[in-house]
């Protein structure tokens, strides 16, 4: 399984950026998906996830502003983030595992991994 992700940049607070990661893998859809971030010197924190059936989960600093989504006939899963705070500035990763039901909030439930898009906000 390999991971691609796209779509980090440098946006000013307030606007809007859509990252996407593109999967190559068979039945994508079998996938819960996540998207995690890691801003500088702090740890991996959970972002949003985006269950097989399509259930949605998110961290609370981004609840309202951010929004996942997956198009399984593409094997991609975007995260469309709006309203954007300098805080949310981190690397953007995303992953996928096939277990459970849902996705999980803990990094290290995750089988695969993307190489991480830089996500910048300035104020």
């Known amino acids: 399984v390999q991971l691609q992700a796209s779509g980090g940049g440098l946006v000013q607070a307030g606007g809007s950026l859509r990252v996407s990661c593109q999967a190559s893998?068979?039945?994508?859809?079998?996938?819960?998906m996540g998207w995690f971030r890691q801003a500088p010197g702090k740890e991996r924190e959970f972002v949003a996830g985006?269950?097989?059936?399509?259930?949605?989960y998110y961290t609370d600093s981004v609840k309202g502003r951010f929004t996942i989504s997956r198009d399984n006939a593409k094997n991609t899963v975007y995260l469309q983030m709006n309203s954007l705070k300098p805080e949310d500035t981190a690397i953007y990763y995303c992953?996928?595992?096939?277990?459970?039901?849902?996705?999980?909030?803990?990094?290290?439930?995750?089988?695969?991994w993307g190489q991480g898009t830089l996500v910048t906000v300035s104020s």
């Open positions: 985006i269950a097989r059936n399509g259930g949605t």
């Open positions: 893998v068979r039945a994508f859809n079998t996938y819960n």
């Open positions: 992953a996928a595992d096939w277990r459970g039901t849902r996705p999980s909030d803990r990094w290290i439930q995750y089988a695969y």
